[in-house]
C-alpha cells in the first residue's frame, strides 16, 4: 500500500522527467539564431554603409552642376557648366531689358525698356540657389536627370523703377469716351461709347517687372475697366424708342388762326442729346425753334419791339434818335419748346398748339435813354470823275446808309449790297483784276468797301473780314483799306458795344463821307509807318477784251498800320496791328 502513489503525484513525475534535454535544445536554437541575426546585421550595414557611400557621392557630384534639363526665363542652359550659363544668361536676358515693352490698356499704349526702369538680373544668386551643396534627394535627381524651368532673379533700382510705373499708369489710365447722338435731316448719327481704364502704380510696377525678360514685347495690361455713364445697348434703346420717333416727320405749330411748319431740318438744328443721370435725354434750344416759327410764318413774330437807334437827317445833318420800345404779343418760346417736343415724341398727332402771349420788351425805352448817343466815328475819301462808277458809289451807299447794328451783331457788307447786277442797279465800270485793269459790274463799290471798312475800324469795332488792293490807290489810306469782290472778298465787323451803332453814308464834295453814331464806348488811336521794302511792278501782256494799257512806273511798298483802343468806361486797352504789302503798278500793254 505505501509504494502507491496518488494521481497528482504520478502526473508530476511523468511532467518533470525530460526537462533537461529540452534546455539542451532550446539553448542550441538560441545560439543557432544569434549567429545568423550577426551575419544578417553585418550583410545590412554593408549595405547600407555602400547606399551611404553612393548618396555622398552624389551630393558631392552635383553640388557644382545645373539640373539636366534647364530653363532660365526663356533661355535654355542645360548641360552648361555655372560658368558657362552665367555668360549666356547675362548675354541674353541683358539684351533683352534693353529692348522696348509695348504696353497697353484699351487704346491706350506706352513703351518701356526695363533697364532704363531700374531693373537688372543677378545671374550669381539665380544659379547658386540652383547649384550648390545639398542633401535633398528630389534636387539631387533633379541635377542628374530632372527638368527645371525657372525665372531669372531680378535687381531692383527703385526710384526709377517707381518713376516709370508712375509714367505708365498715367499714360494706361483713360477716361471712358461716352457715346454721343447727332440729331440731322435724315436721322440720329451715332457715335458708340468706348470703355475707359484705370491702372494702378503697383500694377504697372509689377507688369515691366514680370514681362521684363518676355520673348513677346507687346504686352496688354490687366487694366481695370471703367464702364462709360450710358452704355451701347442703352443708347440703342434711347434712339430707338425716342429720337427716331421725334424726327419722323415734321411738326406743325399752330397759334391762333395762324399755322407754322417745323422741318425735321428744323427739329434736328434745334436739338441735341444730353445725358442726364446716366439717362440721354432730348434737349431743345426754344430760342432756335421760336427763331424757325417765325420764319415759317411771318406773322408770328412777336410785335414787341426793343428800344433801338435809327438814323434821321441826311448828310451832314444827320444823327441817331432814340426809337422807343413797344409791347407786344407773340411766342413763349419755353411754352413752344414744350409742346413742340410732345408733339414730336408723340404716337397720336405731330400739331403742337400754342398762344400768342405778351412780350415784353427785352430793351426798354429807359434802357435807350441811359445810353450816350454821339457820332463815334468819321471818314471820307475823294472819288476820281467817272459818272458810270460814280452811279455804283450812289447805289452802294445807299444801301448802307442808316444800317443799324445791334449789340454782338456785325455789320456785313455783302448782305448790305446785295447781288452786285445791273438788275439790282449797279453799272459796269473799272475795276482791277490780276494786276490788270478792265471792266465789269459794280466797279467803284471797293471804295464803299473802304468807307465801311473805315467806319468800323474807327468806331473800335471788331474787324471780322476784309482785304487790302495789291496796288494802293492813293485816294485810300495806305493799309487802311478794303476791296470787295462778291462771293470771294467781303468786309465784315461786329458791335462791341452795349447800345446799337447806326452807320451814315452819302456823297459830297466829290467824296464820299460816312459817320458811325452810337453809344460813346471806345477811344481810338491810329498810326501808320513809313513806307519801306520798295518793289516795282511787273511787265502784263493781257489778252482781256477790256484790257486798259497802263504805263506802269508806281513802286509797290509794304507798310504797318496800328490801332489802340482804350474803353472809356472801363480803361481797358486792346492794340492790334496789320502789315500790308502792295504790289508795283504793273506796265501793261493789251494784245489786240
Not at 398762344?355 to 429807359?366: D, I, N, Y
Not at 471780322?464 to 485816294?475: M, Q, S, T, V, Y
Request: net charge neutral; glycine share 8%.
Amino acid at each position: 500500500m505505501d509504494s502507491q502513489l496518488g494521481p497528482d503525484e504520478t502526473a508530476t513525475q511523468e511532467q518533470s522527467s525530460p526537462q533537461p534535454a529540452n534546455r539542451r535544445a532550446r539553448k542550441k536554437r538560441a545560439e543557432k539564431r544569434k549567429r545568423g541575426g550577426l551575419i544578417a546585421t553585418s550583410i545590412t550595414g554593408g549595405v547600407l554603409l555602400l547606399a551611404g557611400a553612393a548618396y555622398v557621392g552624389s551630393a558631392w557630384y552635383t553640388s557644382d552642376k545645373l539640373p539636366a534639363n534647364l530653363t532660365v526665363s526663356g533661355v535654355d542652359i542645360s548641360g552648361l557648366s555655372t560658368d558657362e550659363a552665367a555668360a549666356k544668361l547675362d548675354k541674353e536676358l541683358g539684351s533683352k531689358l534693353t529692348k522696348e515693352l509695348t504696353l497697353t490698356a484699351g487704346n491706350a499704349t506706352t513703351k518701356v525698356t526695363p533697364a532704363k526702369a531700374g531693373i537688372g538680373i543677378d545671374t550669381k544668386a539665380t544659379l547658386e540657389e540652383l547649384s550648390g551643396w545639398s542633401w535633398n534627394p528630389k534636387t539631387i535627381i533633379e541635377r542628374l536627370s530632372g527638368s527645371q524651368e525657372v525665372s531669372i532673379k531680378q535687381t531692383i533700382d527703385d526710384k526709377p523703377l517707381k518713376k516709370k510705373a508712375t509714367e505708365v499708369a498715367e499714360a494706361l489710365t483713360t477716361d471712358p469716351v461716352e457715346g454721343k447722338v447727332n440729331l440731322t435731316e435724315n436721322g440720329p448719327e451715332f457715335t458708340e461709347p468706348e470703355n475707359g481704364h484705370k491702372v494702378s502704380e503697383e500694377l504697372a510696377r509689377t507688369t515691366i517687372t514680370k514681362n521684363a525678360f518676355a520673348a513677346k514685347r507687346s504686352v496688354s495690361v490687366d487694366a481695370k475697366v471703367v464702364d462709360p455713364q450710358v452704355s451701347t445697348d442703352k443708347w440703342n434703346e434711347f434712339i430707338d424708342t425716342t429720337v427716331e420717333p421725334y424726327l419722323s416727320g415734321p411738326v406743325t405749330v399752330k397759334a391762333g388762326d395762324e399755322t407754322a411748319e417745323l422741318s425735321v431740318k428744323d427739329l434736328s438744328k434745334a436739338t441735341v442729346v444730353e445725358v442726364k443721370d446716366s439717362t440721354p435725354q432730348l434737349k431743345t434750344d426754344d430760342d432756335a425753334l421760336k427763331s424757325a416759327v417765325e420764319g415759317s410764318n411771318s406773322k408770328l413774330h412777336s410785335t414787341a419791339q426793343n428800344a433801338s437807334l435809327k438814323l434821321v437827317g441826311s448828310g451832314a445833318n444827320a444823327k441817331a434818335e432814340i426809337v422807343p420800345s413797344k409791347t407786344g404779343k407773340g411766342l413763349d418760346a419755353k411754352e413752344l419748346g414744350e409742346k413742340v417736343r410732345a408733339a414730336a415724341e408723340s404716337t397720336s398727332g405731330r400739331t403742337a398748339t400754342v398762344t400768342l402771349s405778351t412780350q415784353e420788351p427785352t430793351v426798354t425805352t429807359a434802357d435807350a435813354k441811359k445810353w450816350k448817343v454821339t457820332k463815334v466815328a468819321e471818314f471820307a475819301t475823294p472819288y476820281p470823275y467817272d459818272p458810270t462808277r460814280t452811279k455804283n458809289l450812289v447805289a452802294g451807299s445807299k444801301r448802307i446808309n442808316g444800317s443799324v447794328i445791334e449789340p454782338g451783331e456785325s455789320f456785313d457788307l455783302a448782305q448790305k449790297f446785295g447781288p452786285v447786277t445791273e438788275a439790282n442797279g449797279y453799272y459796269s465800270s473799272g475795276v482791277v483784276v490780276n494786276s490788270v485793269s478792265t471792266k465789269a459790274v459794280g466797279g467803284g463799290l471797293s471804295q464803299i468797301a473802304t468807307m465801311a471798312y473805315n467806319a468800323g475800324y474807327l468806331a473800335g469795332m471788331d474787324i471780322e473780314a476784309w482785304r487790302p488792293h495789291n496796288r494802293w490807290f492813293d485816294r485810300y489810306p495806305a493799309g487802311r483799306e478794303s476791296t470787295y469782290w462778291e462771293g470771294s472778298i467781303n468786309v465784315k465787323w461786329k458791335n462791341n458795344t452795349k447800345a446799337p451803332v447806326v452807320v451814315a453814308m452819302w456823297l459830297a464834295d466829290n467824296k464820299v463821307h460816312t459817320a458811325v453814331y452810337g453809344h460813346k464806348t471806345w477811344d481810338v488811336k491810329t498810326s501808320t509807318s513809313d513806307f519801306y521794302n520798295y518793289t516795282t511792278g511787273p511787265t502784263i501782256t493781257s489778252n482781256d477784251p477790256h484790257c486798259i494799257p497802263e504805263s506802269g512806273g508806281k513802286r509797290g511798298f509794304t507798310v504797318d498800320v496800328s490801332r489802340t483802343r482804350t474803353n472809356v468806361e472801363t480803361g481797358e486797352v486792346l492794340k492790334d496791328s496789320q502789315t500790308t504789302r502792295y504790289d508795283g503798278w504793273p506796265k501793261v500793254t493789251c494784245k489786240d
